[in-house]
């Protein structure tokens, strides 16, 4: 694969410069725990399709990754391929992102509620060469899901499966067989060693068009933001990490693969989020830190049962993704005595902005943090010039951790000569450099931190039948943050109902998370004179809609 990033000699220069980007690769890290506490537990799963709980120290994290690379090497994966995995939070997924790092082999993740309508365009935009599904996962079949769709993807040369059968076993395949007793591991590795300029991972996010755009990070951009956060946050070698955030989604993955890692700590993966079980692991593996959206510390603040178990080790939660209601904060600061740290960031720059130790409760609640080190944010008019403290403006961040384009999409890059990149979203900047998300202008819906497509789910509404004009937007949702609000204008002597609408996007194998969860049903959409649909209004009249 040509990725042609978007990376500039000055823009490597002045980050080494500046000391942020420390060229190195997370295999570096791995490498340094194996010599340094070899049998230090690195990461501790609960499979909840077998019931098993496994725990992998680093010396069997580098084993089962060398042979796993190697394995990779002899099915044909070259330098630059991609690699992608549909998995939950499973342990395998930390052994295949080293493994690809040793070979130089670019990570492709792809969320477990993916079906045949996203992977059939994510698997064949990026040639994927290969991909590793679970048998099953909450009772769906993925292999046959695959199975359905080889046809159509050409480059897609292997699928593997975990706990599979036969030539398809990702255990018969890759780990069972000892392919380091049949391949010069040694000369392998330290020919394929990437650049840490290299693109390592291609994550699909959901934008203002009607397909998912393939953001393309390099080994320093993620490494220096995963640094960022630990530094910012306050982060040692001591601390145990939960995390219940897919490993597929950017909090996932930076913050429950790259951070342990780097930290040379443990890392205790949840694969279905559940706020009981999450106090539980808390409690028997005395986790310190963890992160997720909003919903994830509201059920863990008050879903009934979470107060049987003593989850007095966890000090630190960063949230992020949606807003933090104050009274939430305030709730669960209190029955944790932990600290509640606030976080802006995309899958184009990952955590962006925090808040930070010894800031006072307002801060936490009422901004959504200052900046990590080595990057930049401002707000600006519509002339960029930056506005007056307090004042809304469009906002715009630049810096190390920034991505490195869209997959054969360079035109949208949306940044300037300057470095500065248009995120899409509203915010004010306080006197202290703090900012507060305000609006977005990107369209899309925050469901619990998960990105909606929003022109995707409409554009096969409009397919529909009965359907004149649609638009979704965002209503409030108190435990999600958002939920989807579609309005329909029915075709003359037409009609839909909420369970013909859902029971059409079942048909278009949409994703379920995708769905809106509501339908509202009009005479006709609010237009500015150009025909243009005037969404704002609609949202304020989806924030007035009761909700339940």
Same mark, same amino acid.
């Given at each position: 694969?040509?990725?042609?990033?978007?990376?500039? *000699?000055?823009?490597?220069?002045?980050?080494?410069?500046?000391?942020?980007? /420390?060229?190195? =690769?997370?295999?570096?890290?791995?490498?340094?725990?194996?010599?340094?506490?070899?049998?230090?537990?690195?990461?501790?799963?609960?499979?909840?399709?077998?019931?098993?709980?496994?725990?992998?120290?680093?010396?069997?994290?580098?084993?089962?990754?060398?042979?796993?690379?190697?394995?990779?090497?002899?099915?044909?994966?070259?330098?630059?391929?991609?690699?992608?995995?549909?998995?939950?939070?499973?342990?395998?997924?930390?052994? =295949?992102?080293?493994?690809?790092?040793?070979?130089?082999?670019?990570?492709? *993740?792809?969320?477990?509620?993916?079906?045949?309508?996203?992977?059939?365009?994510?698997?064949?935009?990026?040639?994927?060469?290969?991909?590793?599904? !679970?048998?099953?996962?909450?009772?769906?079949?993925?292999?046959?899901?695959?199975?359905?769709?080889?046809?159509?993807? *050409?480059?897609?040369?292997?699928?593997?499966?975990?706990?599979?059968?036969?030539?398809?076993?990702?255990?018969?395949? @890759?780990?069972?067989?000892?392919?380091?007793?049949?391949?010069?591991?040694?000369?392998?590795?330290?020919?394929?060693?990437?650049?840490?300029?290299?693109?390592?991972?291609?994550? #699909?996010?959901?934008?203002?068009?009607?397909?998912?755009?393939?953001?393309?990070?390099?080994?320093?951009?993620?490494?220096?933001?995963?640094?960022?956060?630990?530094?910012?946050?306050?982060?040692?070698?001591?601390?145990?990490?939960?995390?219940?955030?897919?490993?597929?989604?950017?909090?996932?993955?930076?913050?429950?693969?790259?951070?342990?890692?780097?930290?040379?700590?443990?890392?205790?993966?949840?694969?279905?989020?559940?706020?009981?079980?999450?106090?539980?692991?808390?409690?028997?593996?005395?986790?310190?830190?963890?992160?997720?959206?909003?919903?994830?510390?509201?059920?863990?603040?008050?879903?009934?049962?979470?107060?049987?178990?003593?989850?007095?080790?966890?000090?630190?939660?960063?949230?992020?993704?949606?807003?933090?209601?104050?009274?939430?904060?305030?709730?669960?600061?209190?029955?944790?005595?932990?600290?509640?740290?606030?976080?802006?960031?995309?899958?184009?720059?990952?955590?962006?902005?925090?808040?930070?130790?010894?800031?006072?409760?307002?801060?936490?609640?009422?901004?959504?943090?200052?900046?990590?080190?080595?990057?930049?944010?401002?707000?600006?008019?519509?002339?960029?010039?930056?506005?007056?403290?307090?004042?809304?403006?469009?906002?715009?961040?630049?810096?190390?951790?920034?991505?490195?384009?869209?997959?054969? /999409? !360079?035109?949208?890059?949306?940044?300037?000569?300057?470095?500065?990149?248009?995120?899409?979203?509203?915010?004010?900047?306080?006197?202290?450099?703090?900012?507060?998300?305000?609006?977005?202008?990107?369209?899309?819906?925050?469901?619990?931190?998960?990105?909606?497509?929003?022109?995707?789910?409409?554009?096969?509404?409009?397919?529909?039948?009965?359907?004149?004009?649609?638009?979704?937007?965002?209503?409030?949702?108190?435990?999600?943050?958002?939920?989807?609000?579609?309005?329909?204008?029915?075709? /003359?002597?037409?009609?839909?109902?909420?369970?013909?609408?859902?029971?059409? @996007?079942?048909?278009?194998?949409?994703? /379920?998370? #995708?769905?809106?969860?509501?339908?509202?049903?009009?005479?006709?959409?609010?237009?500015? *004179?150009?025909?243009?649909?005037?969404?704002?209004?609609?949202?304020?009249?989806?924030?007035? @809609?009761?909700?339940?």
């Amino acid at each position: 694969m040509d990725f042609n990033p978007i990376l500039p *000699p000055e823009r490597i220069a002045a980050h080494r410069a500046a000391g942020h980007w /420390k060229d190195r =690769l997370i295999v570096d890290y791995v490498d340094e725990a194996v010599a340094m506490r070899p049998d230090h537990v690195a990461i501790r799963d609960f499979n909840s399709t077998t019931g098993r709980a496994t725990s992998i120290s680093y010396r069997q994290l580098k084993r089962l990754s060398d042979r796993m690379a190697l394995g990779m090497v002899a099915l044909g994966i070259e330098p630059g391929d991609i690699v992608s995995f549909q998995l939950p939070n499973w342990w395998h997924v930390e052994v =295949l992102y080293v493994a690809c790092v040793r070979i130089g082999a670019v990570i492709n *993740p792809l969320m477990p509620i993916f079906r045949h309508r996203e992977l059939t365009f994510m698997l064949g935009f990026n040639e994927s060469r290969l991909l590793l599904v !679970p048998r099953r996962f909450r009772g769906f079949d993925h292999p046959g899901m695959i199975a359905e769709l080889r046809g159509d993807l *050409p480059h897609l040369k292997h699928v593997l499966v975990v706990e599979g059968t036969g030539e398809t076993s990702l255990e018969a395949v @890759l780990l069972r067989r000892r392919w380091e007793d049949e391949l010069d591991g040694e000369a392998i590795f330290r020919e394929r060693r990437p650049s840490p300029n290299a693109v390592t991972e291609m994550l #699909y996010t959901s934008g203002t068009t009607g397909q998912p755009k393939g953001v393309m990070q390099i080994h320093n951009t993620l490494l220096h933001n995963v640094g960022g956060v630990i530094e910012q946050v306050g982060l040692t070698d001591d601390d145990v990490i939960l995390m219940s955030s897919p490993l597929a989604h950017n909090t996932g993955f930076l913050f429950g693969l790259l951070m342990p890692l780097m930290l040379h700590s443990k890392v205790v993966l949840q694969d279905i989020w559940e706020p009981v079980g999450a106090a539980q692991r808390i409690q028997d593996e005395r986790v310190t830190f963890t992160m997720g959206s909003t919903p994830f510390l509201q059920d863990l603040t008050h879903a009934p049962g979470v107060e049987r178990y003593d989850t007095g080790s966890l000090r630190v939660f960063v949230t992020a993704g949606a807003p933090i209601p104050r009274v939430l904060v305030q709730a669960a600061t209190e029955k944790f005595r932990m600290r509640v740290v606030s976080g802006w960031g995309m899958s184009e720059n990952g955590l962006a902005t925090t808040t930070r130790q010894g800031d006072p409760p307002q801060k936490v609640f009422e901004t959504d943090g200052a900046p990590i080190a080595g990057i930049d944010v401002r707000v600006v008019d519509e002339n960029t010039r930056p506005v007056p403290v307090g004042v809304e403006g469009r906002l715009q961040v630049r810096g190390a951790s920034q991505f490195v384009g869209y997959l054969r /999409k !360079p035109e949208l890059h949306g940044t300037d000569a300057e470095g500065w990149f248009e995120t899409g979203d509203n915010a004010r900047m306080d006197a202290d450099g703090y900012i507060r998300i305000s609006g977005r202008s990107k369209d899309i819906i925050i469901r619990g931190g998960e990105n909606v497509p929003v022109v995707e789910v409409e554009e096969l509404l409009y397919r529909h039948p009965a359907v004149q004009d649609c638009a979704i937007v965002a209503m409030p949702d108190e435990r999600l943050g958002e939920r989807g609000c579609c309005y329909v204008v029915p075709r /003359k002597g037409q009609t839909l109902t909420f369970q013909e609408m859902v029971a059409y @996007l079942e048909s278009c194998r949409l994703a /379920k998370n #995708y769905f809106p969860e509501r339908l509202e049903l009009i005479d006709a959409m609010p237009r500015t *004179p150009s025909g243009k649909i005037q969404k704002f209004k609609l949202r304020a009249a989806a924030a007035e @809609l009761p909700q339940g």
